[in-house]
């Protein structure tokens, strides 16, 4: 993705099963499950919701809590796969402390 301000809300992608997995299955502050509550449907099963770089890492420690606690391993292994992938986009951020 590139260069972003710390402030800067960037584009993430989620499936529609992904977005289940946040809303049923996280405890991630109101603001950042909102946002994902909110999205319009834009394409073939798919959203896009922004957050700041903080943002994304904040919904990640949700994320894993979950993943970590999850005593059904189906339910756990959908939790690592969101988290890997998300882990994946915040990975190719180079985030500018202005």
């Known amino acids: 993705m590139g ?3 710390r402030d ?3 584009e993430i992608w ?3 099963a992904e977005r ?3 809303l049923n299955h996280t405890l991630a502050d109101d603001d950042l499950v909102a946002r994902v509550r909110d999205a319009k449907q ?3 099963s798919k959203i896009v919701v922004k957050y700041t770089p903080d943002e ?3 919904l990640l420690e949700f994320i ?3 993943a970590n606690y999850a005593e059904d391993r189906g339910l756990e292994r959908r939790l690592d796969n ?3 992938r998300l882990e994946g986009i915040e990975g190719t951020l180079i985030v500018l402390d202005d």
Do not use: F, G, S
């Open 82 to 84: 969101l988290y890997d």
């Open 3 to 5: 260069k972003v301000r």
């Open 42 to 44: 834009i394409a073939h």
């Open 8 to 10: 800067e809300p960037i």
């Open 20 to 22: 289940e997995l946040i």
């Open 56 to 58: 994304l890492n904040e």
């Open 64 to 66: 894993a809590a979950e």
């Open 14 to 16: 989620l499936t529609l």
